[in-house]
């Protein structure tokens, strides 16, 4: 993959999507792959621009067609996954491409994909996160007192999950979260192109033999 892959997994209603949708407004360059799901429609959401709707019939085609790089059914309910379509798009356009999904799929592609750059977002508490799931489906109109607790249970195992990925966040106030997601994408994007090592070894290192020689000429050594 010539762009980097950013895996970013979050309990459900931590502010992921809010979060992506406000980075890939500041930095350019970076696609966002629209996952397949078995589930239904929320919301304002729109075939093709938040996810792919199929049902479970074309989801089971894909999977024995070896179209996904990970699926996982989430929340015992549904199915969701990354078409490796998504990959071969970021590909052939050199852009880094971001996946949002859950921590069974982050597990399969950090395996693939040990170059992937992963990145947790925490909510900062579950009383928080609580009042997030329930002001979203309000919003929706379609408040289901199980579908919350259902997700709610689940985040306490998710959390649990964070050690495993490279970078972890708080969201707490949004623009700090997503300056704090900027600076990790800058950063990894300086780190691949050499940026990031250039800059150290400009360090005033008392070490450095290009600054040793230097001082040297200057009779200062
Ligand atoms: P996710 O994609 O993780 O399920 P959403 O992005 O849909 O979560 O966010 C869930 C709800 O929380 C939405 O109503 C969103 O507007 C709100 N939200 C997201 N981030 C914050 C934040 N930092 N502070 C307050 N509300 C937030
Ligand atoms: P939601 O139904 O709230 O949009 O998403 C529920 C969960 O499914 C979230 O944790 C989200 O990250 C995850 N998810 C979304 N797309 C995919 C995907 O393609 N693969 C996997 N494994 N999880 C996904």
């Not at 306490?156 to 964070?162: A, G, I, L, T």
């Amino acid at each position: 993959m010539a762009g980097i892959l950013f895996i970013i997994s979050a309990p459900s209603g931590s502010g992921k999507t809010t979060l992506v949708a406000q980075l890939r407004s500041l930095v350019e360059g970076l696609e966002f792959s629209v996952s397949y799901t078995t589930r239904r429609t929320r919301g304002s959401e729109e075939n093709g621009r938040e996810y792919n709707f199929v049902d479970r019939e074309t989801f089971k085609r894909m999977v024995e067609n070896g179209e996904f790089l990970e699926w996982a059914e989430v929340f015992g309910s549904d199915y969701y996954g990354t078409a490796r379509a998504a990959l071969d798009h970021a590909r052939a356009t050199g852009k880094d491409l971001l996946l949002d999904i859950d921590v069974q799929g982050a597990k399969q592609v950090m395996e693939k994909m040990p170059d992937a750059v992963s990145i947790f977002v925490l909510p900062p508490n579950p009383e928080v996160l609580q009042m997030r799931l329930r002001h979203r489906s309000e919003a929706e109109h379609m408040t289901e007192e199980e579908v919350i607790e259902r997700r709610l249970h689940q985040a306490r195992n998710e959390v649990k999950q964070m050690w495993d990925y490279k970078y972890a966040l708080v969201n707490d106030v949004l623009d700090q979260a997503v300056a704090e997601m900027r600076a990790i994408v800058l950063y990894e994007r300086g780190v691949r192109d050499g940026v990031t090592a250039m800059a150290e070894s400009c360090r005033t290192d008392p070490r450095s033999p290009r600054l040793r020689a230097v001082l040297k000429s200057f009779g200062l050594d």
